[in-house]
T-cell receptor, first 115, second 115 residues
Framework: AQSVTQPDIHITVSEGASLELRCNYS??????LFWYVQSPGQGLQLLLK??????LVQGIKGFEAEFKRSQSSFNLRKPSVHWSDAAEYFC?????????????FGGGTRVLVKP | GAVVSQHPSWVICKSGTSVKIECRSL??????MFWYRQFPKQSLMLMAT?????????EQGVEKDKFLINHASLTLSTLTVTSAHPEDSSFYIC???????????FGQGTRLTVV
């Protein structure tokens, strides 16, 4: 069965500092991996996705993620966080290249940004 | 484009009553819609997949008689929580796609509280 683990429930980071959110997955087939952000009262917004090719993928809002097959990981990074990055972040895996279809989500990581 | 709207954003209902949640695709025809549930401090779990004009496919462990899903048009799917109880209190979120393996976009979610 597929599963996604986000080990960090909360992360607090200072504005301007770098951010890394961890994600590990277990999936029997070719994994299609996604990162979403959820701001309070908002729906999930797709940050980036990976299914093949270059293992370092760039997304919106200055985020990037690196796929490491040997570690079954897909960690999200941002070099310098802004106060507006405070939100909850979800890693997800799905059976299709297209985002949002039949996803299995991790538990989420809530990011707090200190001024 | 690709805007998905849920209504209501939040609802409080009495135990034993039923509540309907709407998911609308505002600017595209959604052949396929997905319904997810998020319990407090837990991840989003896929409840069911609905295709326009067909019966919904429920994930294991989801009671289809309790969570009635109707996808009668290409722009609207509804989730009705029947005879709601406090344990049904959760955050319900939908995603919608044009089908054919295309990207599904998320609504903003509905927070249901059963008292």
């Amino acid at each position: 069965a597929q599963s996604v683990t986000q080990p960090d429930i909360h992360i607090t980071v200072s504005e301007g500092a770098s951010l890394e959110l961890r994600c590990n997955y277990s999936y029997g087939a070719t994994p299609y991996l996604f990162w979403y952000v959820q701001s309070p009262g908002q729906g999930l917004q797709l940050l980036l996705k990976y299914f093949s090719g270059d293992t370092l993928v760039q997304g919106i809002k200055g985020f990037e993620a690196e796929f490491k097959r040997s570690q079954s990981s897909f960690n999200l990074r941002k070099p310098s966080v802004h106060w507006s990055d405070a939100a909850e972040y979800f890693c997800a895996v799905g059976p299709f290249e297209a985002a949002g279809n039949k996803l299995t989500f991790g538990g989420g990581t809530r990011v707090l940004v200190k001024p | 484009g690709a805007v998905v709207s849920q209504h209501p954003s939040w609802v409080i209902c009495k135990s034993g009553t039923s509540v309907k949640i709407e998911c609308r695709s505002l600017d595209f025809q959604a052949t396929t819609m997905f319904w997810y549930r998020q319990f407090p401090k837990q991840s989003l779990m896929l409840m069911a997949t609905s295709n326009e004009g067909s019966k919904a496919t429920y994930e294991q462990g989801v009671e289809k008689d309790k969570f009635l899903i109707n996808h009668a048009s290409l722009t609207l799917s509804t989730l009705t929580v029947t005879s709601a109880h406090p344990e049904d209190s959760s955050f319900y979120i939908c995603s919608a796609s044009r089908g054919g393996g295309t990207e599904a976009f998320f609504g903003q979610g509905t927070r249901l509280t059963v008292v």
